[in-house]
């Protein structure tokens, strides 16, 4: 197989992947969902799709060690509107940005697992990102 056949293969492979994965009808407003990396759903909500693309930071400090501050931890999620560009966003456990304002919607992030329990490096194909909508507050 040629190297460009290759890639346009990966490439409609990636297209399918995003069409198909997750709950068709996706999590409803309030309800909690967690995404391994590369998962994604649609939302109900304007049919935003969601993407849960990688750990770039995980500085939490480990259950069985005393640190001077709780640590974070950045995930960068992927925002696909149905109508638009997709666009990655960056939002942490502890410190900075916690949520993406989806118009009168706002999707958090609630929990980054596993929690780290020593000092050792967590692989990345085991980290688990726990989200949620809600309707804002004003």
């Given at each position: ?60 400090c480990p ?76």
């Amino acid at each position: 197989m040629s190297h460009w056949l290759k890639v346009c293969a990966a490439l409609l492979s990636v297209g399918i992947s995003w069409g198909c994965s997750g709950d068709p009808t996706g999590p409803e407003v309030g309800e909690s969902f967690t995404l391994e990396p590369g998962e994604g759903v649609t939302l109900e909500l304007d049919g935003i799709g969601v993407r849960f693309m990688r750990v770039v930071e995980d500085s939490r400090c480990p259950l069985r060690v005393q640190c001077v501050w709780a640590g974070d931890a950045a995930v960068v999620i992927e925002l696909a509107p149905q109508a638009g560009d997709a666009a990655e966003h960056t939002l942490h456990t502890n410190m900075g940005q916690k949520s993406i304002v989806l118009g009168r919607y706002e999707l958090s992030l609630l929990e980054l697992s596993p929690y780290p329990d020593e000092p050792r490096s967590i692989s990345p194909e085991d980290y688990r990102a726990t989200l949620v909508v809600q309707e804002r507050l004003e």
